[in-house]
């Protein structure tokens, strides 16, 4: 079996012309498939090689030899890559799917598996389950537990502004450990939050620990990613050394002005903590700009205070760059930044701050079921901080995505594959597709998904490492990406050639 690095492999498809179709041979009803001459990266990390791949149903079957009595036959021409569906660790799609089960924003860049639940917030294991039943969607769904919503499950949404006494903590382990008995991957927090920043860490401990008598594991939005995110990481350090846990941190970044460029000694304190026992990793999305909301730029919570509407302006993000995406007290604000709304409002962006965030409390007492009263997509980061974080051998990749809003819903795996791997060439492409299968399986503990290898489900993605390449952006954030040619879900095929096969084979994967 001829085994190449990816540089000589590149070479050959430049030579070919890329942009060839395969040849696609059906034979009667869907049996079994099997793709000829493809150029197989396995999600392992080591080289691709040139050899067939045959699946029957949901399930791979051999690597390496041919069928002669498969139904389905797909010759590559060795002009495409196939590796493991990407595996989305950090993903809000879910809550769109029951208007859009194609999920097109994940499958479009080459994602067969999302990890919902993030943040402190989602679905309970039996409303996904019911969900998918009752309208069947495209990929697999996997959740984590909400430590928001045992919260306010337990203590009310009134009351969320302290920390929860011994008697509401044994209320909300009761509940997560019926979640992880039903299959929840562990316990999710959204520590920057106004439902969980009043938690104690102690709470969190003890929850933590519940997740970690089921073997599950704990995700978190740590409780500051600027102003105070050393005392924030050493938290994260301190619950996973506590509950005896692994521990993620969500989407990692330095959204602190003042510390930018400071990566490095992040990445060596978190490998430090490695050393000592402490099984921290992180995942990461490929953008210099959040999406969150207007409030997550006060760190202390103090709304009204115009000296920490002030330092946000100088510290913690660019009003110039920076853009509410929805505001629904004024719709004319949508789509312009701070800095113009501020023009706009005739005041200094730090008024406006305060000003916006005052207006859209008003407008949710005054319509109690709205939701996404106001949105904010925030340049907040460096590339260089971002390229650090992404080449981290303890990082995997995520999109922290919805379906819509931010470009990253739609763009970051393929961003990752064109613009920093084929283009920056920060990483191999084998290093990166391992960051987007094995290694996020193996974060959020996932079994049987990430390589391709017999026995494991066929989750797959088929594309061209020549012309891959995001197209989303702020005015355009739900443009297909390039060069995903097909993808399949259980073995079915449900995106090929930038369009939904309407085919829904996603499965709810348990812990």
């Known amino acids: 079996m001829q085994k190449l690095t990816f540089a000589f492999l590149l070479g050959m498809i430049l030579f070919n012309v890329s942009a060839q179709t395969p040849n696609i041979q059906k034979v009667g009803p869907i049996k079994s498939t099997i793709l000829t001459n493809v150029w197989l990266i396995d999600g392992t990390g080591t080289p691709a090689r040139k050899t067939n791949v045959h699946f029957t149903g949901p399930t791979i079957d051999y690597i390496g030899s041919e069928n002669p009595n498969a139904t389905d036959t797909f010759d590559v021409n060795g002009l495409f890559v196939l590796a493991p569906g990407f595996i989305d660790t950090h993903s809000h799609i879910v809550g769109s799917l029951e208007k859009y089960p194609e999920a097109l924003a994940d499958v479009s860049q080459g994602v067969t598996t999302i990890v919902s639940g993030q943040d402190g917030y989602g679905s309970y294991v039996d409303s996904i389950k019911a969900g998918i039943a009752r309208k069947p969607v495209a ?27 011994e008697k509401e903590i044994a209320g909300m382990q009761a509940i997560l450990l019926s979640e992880l008995k039903k299959g929840s991957l562990g316990l999710s927090t959204g520590l920057e939050y106004e439902g969980a920043y009043f938690s104690s860490k102690n709470e969190v401990i003890q929850l933590a620990k519940t997740a970690a008598s089921e073997n599950g594991r704990y995700i978190s939005h740590i409780r500051s990613e600027d102003i105070d995110m050393v005392n924030a990481l050493s938290e994260i350090m301190e619950i996973g050394k506590q509950a005896k846990i692994p521990v993620q941190i969500s989407h990692i970044k330095i959204a602190l002005k003042d510390m930018w460029g400071k990566s490095p000694g992040i990445i060596a304190w978190l490998q430090d903590a490695r050393l000592q026992g402490v099984d921290i990793t992180a995942d990461c999305y490929p953008y210099e700009y959040w999406h969150s909301t207007l409030k997550v730029l006060f760190p202390k919570t103090d709304y009204t205070n115009p000296a920490s509407a002030q330092f946000a302006v100088d510290h913690t993000f660019d009003p110039t760059q920076s853009i509410l995406i929805r505001f629904a007290p004024n719709m004319k604000y949508a789509g312009k930044t701070i800095s113009e709304i501020a023009d706009m409002r005739k005041e200094k962006p730090a008024q406006t701050l305060m000003g916006l965030i005052a207006e859209a409390d008003v407008y949710e007492k005054a319509h109690p079921d709205a939701n996404d009263v106001e949105a904010l997509i925030a340049k907040s980061m460096i590339d260089e901080d971002v390229i650090n974080f992404l080449k981290w051998p303890n990082s995997n990749i995520c999109s922290d995505g919805s379906n819509g809003g931010h470009p990253r819903g739609y763009g970051s795996f393929t961003r990752v594959l064109g613009n920093y791997v084929r283009d920056k060439k920060i990483m191999p492409l084998e290093t990166a597709i391992q960051k987007m299968t094995s290694l996020s399986a193996e974060h959020v503990g996932i079994k049987k998904r990430g390589i391709i290898t017999e026995g494991f489900n066929a989750d797959l993605v088929l594309f061209s490492p020549t012309m891959v390449k995001d197209n989303a952006s702020f005015t355009d954030s739900k443009a297909l990406s390039d060069g995903i040619k097909m993808v399949w879900v259980n073995g079915v095929c449900v995106y090929e050639n930038k369009k939904a096969t309407n085919q829904y084979p996603g499965k709810f994967i348990s812990r």
């Open 139 to 165: 990929v697999n769904i996997a959740t984590y537990t909400g430590h928001t919503d045992l919260r306010e499950k337990v203590m009310g949404k009134s009351r969320l502004n302290k920390p929860a006494s």
